[in-house]
């Protein structure tokens, strides 16, 4: 079978992936499919989900795939993929984002010019934009269905662009935001270096990550749904810390982080896994719920 897919080492210490061990893997796994079977499991929530094999570092404990899509297969995917509500409430997943501002605010100044990577539909950057005390807000988003509404939110001094090559080498930020985009990146030591390098002397980093230590992965095993195509790598509190350290970050903090969920979609979503029928979903009750999920919060120091 040749369907070229990448194969790496261990993303954060780049440790040989030969001294890795299987963790978790899907039945068939990803890397024994063809890549246009595999796009057919891009997104959405199924009974037969699909994933490549998960494997632990040796040396710093982060799980990741050693066999991955490459970068011309990502851009294929990526191309048909919507944003990232999984058919949620939007009012329903601004109560989180509010609360990830809330984290923020509390371990760090908010202050001067700041950048989000990966705003999605823009609720963290509305919260950022809105603030009295951030002077600029520049936003990089590959999703270009999103600029129309991002650039109304773009501030003085600030940029919208799809991709760091478009930020200038010698902007510095005070700030930098990834909610759930640490998980997707591929080559993961080399965006963290450039994430440091664009960083103030006293400039901080925050990042919301699934954590693949949560009761509810052990609970729902290879069905947990951050196992997935779309996650070449899940962290931990360890391993992020970890991660982040040999880059050269210091004060790393970690914090559980609450999600707000409508309990009809909750419902939905389970039924996709186990197989029922979604017609029973109009016996559930339309109301929201604040739950634990096992999602958390990072923040961390440039110096």
Not at 25 to 51: C, D, H, I, Y
Not at 107 to 120: Q, R
Not at 216 to 231: D, I
Not at 258 to 266: A, E, K
Request: charged share 20%; net charge neutral.
């Amino acid at each position: 079978m040749q369907n070229n897919y990448l194969v790496r080492d261990c993303p954060s210490c780049q440790v040989s992936s030969a001294t890795a061990k299987l963790v978790v893997q899907s039945n068939p796994p990803a890397e024994e499919m063809e890549f246009e079977e595999l796009s057919e499991f891009w997104r959405g929530f199924r009974k037969n989900t699909v994933f490549f094999s998960y494997y632990r570092c040796p040396r710093c404990g982060l799980l990741y795939c050693p066999t991955y899509f490459n970068n011309e297969q990502l851009r294929s995917l990526y191309s048909r993929m919507d944003d990232n509500s999984a058919g949620e409430d939007l009012k329903i997943l601004k109560k989180a984002q509010i609360s990830y501002f809330s984290i923020l605010g509390n371990t760090k100044e908010i202050k001067g010019h700041w950048v989000e990577v990966g705003a999605d539909v823009g609720l963290f950057a509305e919260q950022l934009s809105n603030y009295h005390d951030v002077s600029s807000l520049s936003i990089i988003e590959p999703n270009l269905n999103s600029h129309s509404y991002l650039q109304q939110l773009i501030k003085s001094e600030g940029v919208l662009t799809s991709s760091w090559n478009e930020i200038d080498s010698e902007l510095r930020f005070d700030g930098l935001v990834g909610i759930h985009v640490l998980d997707h990146l591929v080559e993961l030591k080399d965006e963290l270096k450039r994430i440091h390098h664009h960083l103030r002397s006293d400039g901080a980093v925050f990042f919301v990550t699934h954590n693949e230590s949560s009761f509810l992965r052990f609970l729902l095993r290879r069905k947990w749904p951050p196992f997935c195509l779309q996650h070449p790598q899940i962290f931990n509190r360890g391993s992020i810390k970890t991660t982040l350290q040999m880059i050269g970050f210091c004060s790393v903090y970690t914090q559980s982080t609450p999600n707000y969920f409508n309990l009809r979609h909750i419902f939905s979503v389970l039924f996709s896994l186990i197989g029922f029928h979604r017609n029973i979903l109009k016996f559930v009750p339309n109301f929201s719920l604040k739950l634990r999920l096992g999602n958390f919060a990072t923040v961390a120091s440039k110096s």
